[in-house]
């Protein structure tokens, strides 16, 4: 078993966000982030292995008021983790991937909702060939691969227009094959 964690504090000057109306990235002030990183690696038997990343983050404008200084889109909570079996050629995992809800501007007012996936691999090797199968968002969640809470109005409709959630959706479920050749 291999076990690291680590707490760590970052500070910087000035906080670089993409603001999209411009489009550019824009100086916020100085921010201050505070955590704490956990790794596992753990090898269960001849053929089967765990691992995991968990992180922790608390972030936030230093020279604004308190209510009012969320770091926008910063999770406080992202992990990882998986079981992987091999055995000769042939080797297959499941892992998830998470991140939390996170706040979408200053006041946390709008979220950005959060996300947990689960993904499966099956890979066979035959000298110099792989063969595989992943199978990306296991489950079928519905989530949104990016969010933004953006001041939005139609064409020909005043300017102004109201402050709403933007986002991508995540990709559903996915089945892909591989086929490679090592040379």
Known sequence: MLINGV???VHLKNELTYDQDIPSDVINGPTQ?????LSVRYQLSRMLYFDLDLNYSHGRYTELPNGQNYI??????TSVAGLT???????????????DDRPANNDNSVVALGYFLVDAVVKYRVKKYEFGITIENVLNVDWNEAEFDTTTRLKGEPIGGFDDLCFTPGAPRLIKGSVSYFF
């Open 7 to 9: 707490l760590w504090g």
């Open 33 to 37: 982030r505070l955590g704490a990183d």
């Open 72 to 77: 926008l889109l910063a999770p406080t909570l």
């Open 85 to 99: 079996i091999k055995n000769k050629g042939f080797s297959g995992s499941l892992r998830y991937r998470y991140i």
